[in-house]
């Protein structure tokens, strides 16, 4: 817990240590743009190359958006949350790559969903704006 200002470094990546040149291209492509929209929302600005998903039914919290990339979809969750008395938003990614053109029969949802109190939010949310 931390009453400090939001760190505005460069926001993780979704993967780690993979080597890309081992990938077909389409696998490799699509590694490369999820990881870009990954990080685009961690840093709180919108995904670079997924595009909203039309089909995905609204989601009931008004907030959260649904995006379809080539090979994953991402969920860029947006959520009223309560701790105690006070409200807050968990914000942040989720990733799931398209396990047919992975060639696997499960692959984890990766996320970097964390819960922010409104002014926080709003920081991130306006650097990003500004960037």
Do not use: K, N
Not at 25 to 47: S, T
Not at 49 to 74: C, K, M, V
Not at 78 to 96: E, F, K, N, V, W
Not at 113 to 119: D, I, S
């Amino acid at each position: 817990m931390s009453d400090l200002p939001l760190p505005l470094s460069l926001p993780a990546g979704a993967f780690f240590g993979l080597d890309l040149q081992a990938l077909a291209p389409p696998q490799r492509d699509a590694l490369r743009q999820a990881d870009a929209d990954f990080r685009a929302v961690v840093a709180g600005r919108a995904p670079l190359h997924a595009r909203i998903d039309t089909e995905a039914p609204l989601p009931a919290d008004g907030g959260t958006r649904y995006y379809l990339g080539q090979g994953y979809r991402l969920t860029v969750l947006r959520r009223l949350s309560s701790i105690g008395t006070q409200t807050a938003i968990a914000y942040g990614p989720i990733l799931q790559l398209d396990e047919a053109l992975f060639a696997a029969a499960t692959l984890p949802a990766i996320s970097d969903v964390r819960l922010y109190a409104h002014a926080a939010l709003g920081q991130l949310l306006e650097a990003a704006a500004q960037s």
